[in-house]
RNA sequence: GCGUCCUUAGCUCAGUGGUAGAGCGUCACAUUGACAUUGUGAAGGUCGCAGGUUCGAUCCCUGCAGGACGCACCA
């Protein structure tokens, strides 16, 4: 029996320790012994039997975010959920901790874009793909990090089940999950107004918004016969719709739907009077104009009323041209012109410079929301589908009822708890307010919406089967590209950068799987052509059919020379479908030629991956023939641009083949709202007996069966609506259950002075370095001791010191009682045979008692308690009273020595120090289990110690 | 506006229907001990204010004051 260094050196042990608990694989459910009898193999040696097996206990780590490193508030749920874990594991259950990342869309979206700002690139300038394959190898580094993270604060999770958000099968069944949605009317697309942040040029959901305090100036315009105020007066122009209460007095003369003529910004228009009671009679004057394309609550009016809605700011928050003068304006330029010119027209009635409101902002960025109205994908949370007059197509859910029911109802019933339980209150306030939820976003970076829009008509396929995909891809680039220059019938090859072009786009189009490539007989398409081939090894067809359109005397003119030459006016009319240049074609011509070709190939090769080399004029004719684009303002494609066509089966309502998939990619709480199911494999049970088998000898399948319904959702309050309402709605909703039995939420972290940490401030404390200076140990103490249910965590790194020197206590225990033990020879006979004093078996209860408090404590989520009550035991109770009493019983041996008892003294004497030792060592492991959830690495090190060959970690509790 | 919570020692916070606890800090003494420190002890609180219920309230109820947070379409 080793006896202990003379000190705890916490860096030297943790690393190794949690080393050997990977390695024992224990933090696999699957390796923890079904059974642990006594007596069993030599790890076992204390403890009672006990059977492990049906009884599992889950928690589904929240993933952290893929995106930079774990900071204090991390630390806090790898602590409290450990604890779980540890506690449950060593009580016999079958213990999963499922760890994960998040890819975090719009967050990591807002994180990469400040690196590309550092770097002086954007995000608008990357192609789609690039984009997303940078993101991607940025995610998987932080992902790295992460893992390295919470294995240095002891995170006892199983690796062998990690998962990503954006691993293969889980986006498939996100996506599916979609589906089915859509499929029962849960998920609708409309042209509704959203959250858009000009800076981030996505839309937001309602609570990825914040609510800034601030004084503007309040403007009170003359709008015909009537006041009406505003703050935004930027948005006015528009307005042509004046609204007031059905029962104010004051305008009982005015009739809904009247019409007044009146002169407003920038001239004479014709206002419409409409009556609607959500018009506040006490605010203002009691009269409004609404700007339904830019307000959400003159939005509903206009719904309601069936008025029309345009548009006033463009997406990058600049005024439109029916701002007139003040179009492509900033808003913050314009708001004091407007001003001026209402001033002068004599328009303005007056202005209050003090009011006080709250501008909706966006919460990454703080640049005010401009809402904005766009077509998008959302989620129904209210009304079942049939309430909402459309067509129910229900048939996975038995109930057919509103998501947000099916969340108050998990709650209501007592299925789901909260703690602490006034978070139930908070829970129930926000659903019964919640609002459909957008979950379309216009970035790059998350989970692409499976839907796909027919090119045709605009038809929605959600999921379709892409048979084939086509490429369209302009030739590189020639000399009388550079020097803009028609070029038309005459063949000119390409020059250096159309052969490095060439080169760009086939090394794109390598891993497509190419089958055909077609090219036009002109010689820029056809070494374009070539260049591909070479890199996807698909054969060439040369199709006369899609050279380009001849300009006829133009061809070999530069753009200017044609305008001198000819006109101005002549040269503009290029795109003029009918227009022909002498000796030249008309684009109808072309059109018909063109698209007659294409029509020949795509009912040959149709099912094969083609890729069509040609000049401008094939992306404009395609651009017309497919997607109904009027030439004129179609698109002239970039050289050697791709433009991508996906195959499906033919559109049922126009019998078009080609598809684009929507480009947005679903708010990542769209995902992460059905973590619990996807980790554990959710699979729908296929009706099929064939994939019944199938799906039974996946071992993904067991574990849905095995550990969902989830334990414990451990998270912090602040994503309880994010996050832990949509789990429960998504995961009641796709598999029937709730996805966990138990909700606990954390507080957020704070500094001494109760401050929220942030880097500007400088107070923040990064887990992973006082680790390094005082031991995970002590860390995680400091994060539990005081911590209770929903309240913030005050933390300082006095108190992480403070349990710093509780680790060092413990160790000094442990050195001490190891160093009493008496000599084996002496042990050795008396074992077995060693009676305990009326002392002894006091202590022995006392410790019982102890151990039953701080299990009723764990299993009511009281870790505060639970944390406290160990640390008081073993320091107050244990070290200072418990040992400081034994002293004297285990010196024995020196009092002999100086005076020589009897021989039967002597006995007697052993017979006590043994008793005394024996009780030490039982209080000492009792002590050890009890702490080892909260101080894991220096309670496994001391047990090591005692018991070379047994884990703690597994331990009978 | 609606909602949730908080107010207890100098600071940060626990806690309980029966005249209050911890950590840190302060003070005194002891200790080189198993202890890169620790032990023993002390000082320090009409438990925000005012009512009510109760034999008894810091705890339950009502009101008020101050604070924190969440939600929200007042132009």
Same mark, same amino acid.
Request: net charge positive; aromatic share 10%; hydrophobic share 35%.
């Given at each position: $029996?080793?006896?202990?260094?003379?000190?705890?050196?916490h860096?030297?042990?943790?690393?190794?320790?949690?080393?050997?608990?990977?390695?024992?694989?224990?933090?696999n459910?699957?390796n923890?012994?079904?059974?642990?009898?006594k007596?069993?193999?030599?790890?076992?040696?204390?403890?009672?039997?006990?059977?492990? +097996?049906v009884?599992s206990?889950?928690?589904?780590?929240?993933?952290?975010?893929?995106?930079?490193?774990?900071h204090?508030?991390?630390?806090v749920?790898?602590?409290?959920?450990?604890?779980l874990?540890?506690?449950?594991?060593?009580r016999?259950?079958?213990?999963?901790?499922l760890?994960?990342a998040?890819?975090?869309?719009?967050?990591?979206?807002?994180?990469?874009?400040?690196k590309?700002?550092k770097?002086?690139?954007?995000?608008y300038?990357?192609?789609?793909?690039e984009?997303?394959?940078?993101?991607?190898?940025?995610?998987?580094e932080?992902?790295?990090?992460?893992e390295?993270?919470?294995?240095?604060?002891?995170?006892? =999770?199983?690796?062998?089940?990690?998962?990503?958000t954006l691993?293969?099968?889980?986006?498939r069944?996100?996506q599916?999950t979609?589906?089915?949605?859509?499929?029962?009317?849960?998920i609708?697309?409309?042209?509704?107004?959203?959250n858009?942040?000009p800076?981030?040029q996505?839309?937001l959901?309602?609570i990825?918004?914040?609510f800034?305090e601030?004084?503007?100036?309040?403007?009170?315009?003359?709008?015909?016969?009537?006041?009406? +105020?505003?703050a935004?007066?930027?948005?006015?122009?528009?307005?042509?719709?004046?609204v007031?209460?059905?029962?104010?007095e004051?305008y009982?003369?005015y009739?809904?739907?009247?019409?007044?003529?009146l002169?407003?910004i920038?001239?004479?228009?014709?206002?419409?009077?409409?009556?609607?009671?959500v018009?506040?009679?006490?605010?203002?004057?009691g009269v409004?104009?609404i700007?339904?394309?830019?307000?959400?609550?003159?939005?509903?009016?206009?719904?309601?009323?069936?008025?029309?809605?345009?548009?006033?700011?463009?997406?990058n928050?600049?005024?439109?041209?029916?701002a007139?003068?003040? &179009?492509?304006?900033?808003?913050?330029?314009?708001r004091?012109?407007?001003?001026?010119k209402?001033? &002068?027209?004599?328009?303005?009635?007056?202005?209050d410079?003090?009011y006080?409101?709250?501008?909706r902002? =966006?919460?990454?960025?703080?640049?005010?929301?401009?809402?904005?109205?766009?077509k998008?994908?959302?989620?129904?949370?209210?009304?079942?589908?049939?309430?909402?007059?459309?067509?129910?197509?229900?048939?996975?859910?038995?109930s057919?009822?509103?998501?947000?029911?099916?969340?108050?109802?998990?709650?209501?019933s007592?299925?789901?708890?909260?703690?602490?339980?006034?978070?139930?209150?908070?829970?129930?306030h926000?659903?019964r307010?919640?609002?459909?939820?957008?979950?379309?976003?216009?970035?790059?970076?998350?989970?692409?919406?499976p839907?796909?829009?027919?090119?045709?008509?605009?038809?929605?396929?959600i999921?379709?089967?892409?048979?084939?995909r086509?490429?369209?891809?302009?030739?590189?680039?020639?000399?009388?590209?550079?020097?803009?220059?028609?070029?038309?019938?005459i063949?000119?090859?390409?020059?250096?950068?159309?052969? &490095?072009?060439?080169?760009?786009?086939?090394?794109k189009?390598?891993?497509?799987?190419?089958?055909?490539?077609?090219?036009?007989?002109?010689?820029?398409a056809?070494?374009?052509a070539?260049?591909?081939?070479?890199?996807?090894? &698909?054969?060439?067809?040369v199709?006369?059919d899609?050279?380009e359109?001849?300009?006829?005397?133009?061809d070999g003119?530069?753009?200017?020379?044609?305008?001198k030459?000819?006109?101005a006016?002549?040269f503009?009319?290029?795109?003029?479908?009918?227009?022909?240049?002498?000796?030249?074609?008309?684009?109808?011509?072309?059109?018909?030629?063109m698209?007659n070709?294409?029509?020949?190939h795509h009912?040959?090769?149709?099912?094969?991956n083609?890729?069509?080399?040609?000049?401008?004029?094939?992306?404009?004719?395609?651009?017309?023939?497919?997607?109904?684009?009027p030439i004129?303002?179609s698109?002239?494609a970039?050289?050697?641009?791709?433009?991508?066509l996906?195959?499906?089966?033919?559109?049922?309502?126009?019998?078009g083949h080609?598809?684009?998939?929507?480009?947005?990619?679903?708010?990542?709480?769209?995902?992460?709202?059905?973590?619990?199911?996807?980790t554990?494999?959710?699979?729908?049970?296929?009706?099929?007996?064939?994939?019944?088998?199938?799906?039974?000898?996946?071992?993904?399948?067991s574990?849905?069966? $095995?550990?969902?319904?989830t334990d414990?959702?451990?998270?912090?309050?602040?994503?309880?609506?994010?996050?832990?309402?949509r789990?429960i709605?998504?995961?009641?909703?796709?598999?029937?259950k709730?996805?966990?039995?138990?909700v606990?939420?954390?507080?957020?972290v704070?500094?001494?002075?109760r401050?929220?940490?942030?880097?500007?401030k400088?107070?923040?404390?990064?887990?992973?370095g006082?680790?390094e200076?005082?031991?995970t140990?002590?860390?995680?103490?400091?994060?539990?001791?005081?911590?209770?249910p929903?309240?913030?965590?005050?933390?300082?790194e006095?108190?992480?010191r403070?349990?710093r020197?509780?680790?060092t206590?413990?160790w000094?225990?442990a050195?001490?009682?190891l160093?009493?033990?008496?000599?084996?020879?002496?042990?050795?006979h008396?074992?077995?045979?060693i009676v305990?004093?009326?002392?002894?078996r006091?202590?022995?209860?006392?410790?019982?008692?102890?151990?039953?408090?701080?299990?009723?404590?764990?299993e009511k989520?009281?870790f505060?308690?639970?944390?406290?009550?160990?640390?008081?035991?073993?320091w107050h109770?244990?070290?200072?009273?418990i040992?400081?009493?034994?002293?004297?019983?285990?010196?024995?041996v020196?009092?002999q020595?100086s005076?020589?008892?009897?021989?039967?003294?002597?006995?007697?004497?052993?017979?006590?120090?043994?008793a005394?030792?024996q009780?030490?060592?039982?209080?000492?492991?009792?002590?050890l289990?009890?702490?080892?959830?909260?101080?894991?690495?220096?309670?496994?090190?001391?047990?090591?110690?005692?018991?070379?060959?047994?884990?703690?970690?597994v331990?009978?509790?």
């Amino acid at each position: $029996m080793a006896n202990l260094e003379p000190r705890y050196d916490h860096n030297a042990i943790e690393g190794k320790m949690y080393e050997l608990w990977e390695k024992s694989g224990y933090f696999n459910p699957d390796n923890l012994p079904v059974s642990r009898v006594k007596g069993q193999g030599s790890r076992r040696r204390r403890g009672s039997p006990r059977v492990v +097996g049906v009884k599992s206990f889950t928690i589904i780590m929240p993933p952290p975010n893929a995106n930079g490193s774990l900071h204090v508030g991390h630390a806090v749920f790898v602590t409290l959920q450990d604890i779980l874990i540890r506690f449950w594991r060593m009580r016999g259950r079958k213990t999963l901790w499922l760890p994960g990342a998040d890819h975090a869309g719009f967050e990591t979206q807002v994180v990469y874009d400040k690196k590309l700002d550092k770097e002086g690139r954007n995000r608008y300038q990357i192609p789609r793909e690039e984009l997303w394959r940078e993101i991607w190898n940025f995610t998987q580094e932080s992902k790295k990090v992460m893992e390295r993270q919470l294995r240095k604060l002891g995170a006892s =999770c199983d690796w062998s089940r990690e998962k990503f958000t954006l691993d293969q099968n889980i986006v498939r069944e996100a996506q599916s999950t979609f589906a089915r949605m859509h499929e029962d009317g849960l998920i609708y697309r409309g042209e509704r107004i959203v959250n858009w942040c000009p800076k981030h040029q996505t839309s937001l959901s309602d609570i990825e918004n914040q609510f800034r305090e601030q004084v503007d100036s309040f403007y009170y315009l003359k709008y015909g016969p009537f006041t009406i +105020g505003t703050a935004r007066p930027e948005t006015k122009f528009g307005d042509k719709y004046v609204v007031m209460h059905p029962s104010d007095e004051r305008y009982k003369k005015y009739k809904n739907g009247e019409k007044i003529n009146l002169e407003w910004i920038n001239g004479p228009i014709t206002a419409t009077v409409v009556k609607d009671k959500v018009v506040d009679m006490k605010f203002g004057t009691g009269v409004m104009t609404i700007t339904p394309w830019h307000d959400a609550a003159d939005f509903e009016i206009a719904e309601r009323h069936g008025l029309q809605k345009e548009q006033i700011i463009d997406f990058n928050g600049r005024l439109l041209p029916i701002a007139g003068e003040f &179009a492509g304006m900033k808003i913050s330029e314009a708001r004091p012109k407007i001003i001026e010119k209402l001033k &002068a027209k004599d328009l303005l009635v007056k202005v209050d410079e003090e009011y006080l409101h709250n501008v909706r902002v =966006c919460y990454k960025c703080g640049t005010p929301i401009e809402p904005q109205i766009r077509k998008q994908w959302f989620v129904r949370m209210t009304a079942p589908p049939h309430a909402q007059g459309q067509k129910s197509k229900v048939k996975s859910q038995k109930s057919g009822k509103a998501l947000r029911d099916l969340g108050i109802e998990a709650v209501k019933s007592g299925k789901i708890k909260f703690f602490p339980k006034n978070a139930e209150k908070i829970y129930f306030h926000w659903l019964r307010e919640i609002r459909d939820w957008n979950i379309s976003r216009q970035i790059v970076w998350g989970i692409r919406i499976p839907a796909w829009f027919c090119l045709g008509c605009e038809e929605t396929k959600i999921n379709p089967k892409i048979k084939s995909r086509w490429f369209i891809v302009r030739h590189g680039e020639t000399d009388y590209n550079k020097q803009n220059r028609f070029q038309g019938a005459i063949d000119i090859p390409l020059n250096e950068t159309g052969i &490095a072009q060439a080169r760009e786009s086939a090394k794109k189009l390598r891993n497509k799987k190419i089958d055909l490539i077609i090219t036009s007989p002109l010689i820029r398409a056809r070494q374009t052509a070539e260049i591909i081939a070479k890199e996807c090894g &698909a054969e060439i067809i040369v199709e006369n059919d899609i050279r380009e359109r001849s300009f006829g005397e133009w061809d070999g003119m530069e753009h200017d020379e044609v305008k001198k030459k000819y006109s101005a006016e002549s040269f503009s009319r290029h795109l003029d479908p009918s227009f022909r240049v002498p000796g030249g074609a008309s684009w109808e011509e072309i059109t018909t030629r063109m698209w007659n070709a294409f029509q020949k190939h795509h009912a040959i090769h149709r099912h094969k991956n083609v890729v069509i080399v040609g000049h401008g004029g094939v992306a404009r004719t395609l651009q017309n023939k497919i997607k109904g684009i009027p030439i004129i303002e179609s698109k002239l494609a970039g050289n050697a641009e791709i433009w991508e066509l996906e195959l499906a089966d033919p559109c049922p309502k126009c019998g078009g083949h080609f598809y684009e998939q929507d480009p947005d990619v679903f708010d990542t709480w769209f995902s992460s709202g059905q973590w619990p199911f996807l980790t554990l494999g959710f699979q729908e049970a296929k009706s099929s007996s064939m994939s019944k088998v199938k799906s039974q000898k996946l071992k993904v399948k067991s574990d849905f069966d $095995m550990f969902y319904p989830t334990d414990v959702m451990e998270t912090g309050h602040d994503i309880l609506f994010f996050w832990v309402a949509r789990m429960i709605m998504l995961g009641l909703y796709r598999t029937g259950k709730i996805p966990f039995k138990t909700v606990y939420l954390h507080g957020l972290v704070r500094d001494k002075d109760r401050q929220k940490m942030s880097k500007s401030k400088g107070n923040v404390i990064d887990p992973l370095g006082v680790a390094e200076i005082y031991g995970t140990d002590a860390l995680r103490m400091a994060l539990v001791v005081g911590n209770t249910p929903g309240s913030d965590i005050v933390i300082s790194e006095e108190k992480i010191r403070g349990y710093r020197n509780f680790a060092t206590k413990i160790w000094n225990i442990a050195r001490f009682v190891l160093m009493n033990k008496p000599e084996s020879g002496v042990m050795g006979h008396r074992s077995g045979n060693i009676v305990p004093t009326t002392e002894d078996r006091k202590n022995l209860k006392q410790l019982a008692k102890i151990k039953f408090e701080i299990t009723k404590h764990i299993e009511k989520f009281e870790f505060h308690l639970a944390s406290e009550k160990v640390y008081h035991y073993i320091w107050h109770t244990f070290a200072d009273k418990i040992i400081e009493k034994y002293k004297p019983r285990l010196r024995h041996v020196d009092i002999q020595e100086s005076f020589a008892p009897s021989g039967r003294q002597a006995k007697k004497n052993l017979a006590d120090q043994a008793a005394a030792y024996q009780t030490l060592e039982t209080i000492l492991i009792g002590s050890l289990k009890m702490l080892h959830p909260f101080m894991p690495f220096i309670t496994e090190e001391i047990y090591g110690k005692l018991h070379s060959d047994g884990l703690l970690m597994v331990e009978n509790w």
